[in-house]
């Protein structure tokens, strides 16, 4: 086959990221003197590296993250907010995912809680999972809305396909009686078979006087709350301290 052929070979087998290197190759002379296994070698890496890429794309545009800039690296360690770099460090393994584990992130207004959990979701993508940010009252105004035109069942099915979901701003607004509800099913559904991150101003002893049904209270916390690595956000509102926009 002519050098024309074969890229045109490649891109037909969606082979894009050996089509990349192969047309540089072509003008690179020290290629030549590598043996055909190192060639081949040096494309499946270029292959390997264009999937990882383009997956990490489809997976930040689908997690639509808050903040998608967001990553562990930028965390600030400098303020006294109660956080450990050696915990974070484990966290970043994402072990809590592959365990079904879950993340409650605690702490007032402005005190970094959104910016970590998308920086926890920023890695959690790196290695592989699939992840989706919601405010915890968008995604309940959703499932009420989805359950009037029938729809309810396909956004329950699209939630499962994410390994990890983000719910922010958990306690802020009131819950109803059908939210309390919705929202149990939601956690039943992640128990055992995903990961749940919440940001929270309200620490977990105040969620029953929030959920306002002991019941179903006792339900959700049973099934997440012993298996949640729990960080206590602490000190000033990072508003104030850099004008960020942060929860």
């Known amino acids: 086959m002519s050098y024309e052929q074969n890229v045109e070979q490649l891109s037909t087998l969606s082979l894009h990221g050996m089509a990349e290197l192969y047309e540089l190759h072509q003008d690179d002379t020290s290629i030549q003197s590598l043996s055909f296994d190192e060639r081949l070698g040096l494309l499946i890496d ?15 545009k689908a997690a639509k993250l808050k903040d998608p800039q967001a990553c562990l690296e930028n965390i600030d360690y400098t303020r006294k907010r109660g956080i450990e770099k050696s915990r974070i460090k484990e966290l970043s393994a994402c072990r809590w995912i592959t365990q079904h584990q879950h993340i409650f992130l605690e702490g007032s207004t402005g005190t970094g809680k959104t910016f970590i959990a998308n920086a926890l979701a920023s890695q959690a ?9 919601k405010r915890l009252s968008r995604l309940l105004e959703e499932t009420e809305i989805a359950r ?7 956004l329950r099915l699209k939630l499962s396909k994410f390994k990890v979901i983000i719910l922010d701003d958990w306690g802020v607004n009131p819950i109803t009686a059908r939210g309390r509800q919705d929202l149990l099913e939601l956690v039943e559904d992640k128990t055992g078979t995903g990961s749940i991150v919440v ?3 309200l620490p977990v002893k105040k969620w029953h006087e929030w959920l306002g049904d002991e019941t179903i ?6 099934r997440i709350v012993h298996r949640a690595h729990i960080l206590k956000l602490k000190g000033e509102s ?3 301290v850099k004008g960020l926009e942060e929860s």
């Open 46 to 60: 270029s292959e390997t590296h264009y999937r990882e890429q383009r997956r990490q794309i489809r997976f930040t």
């Open 125 to 133: 993508i790196r290695l592989g999972h699939k992840v989706i940010y």
């Open 238 to 240: 990072m508003r104030k």
């Open 217 to 222: 209270a006792d339900a959700i916390l049973d």
């Open 199 to 201: 940001t929270s101003q």
């Open 148 to 154: 009037a035109d029938g729809t309810l069942p396909n």
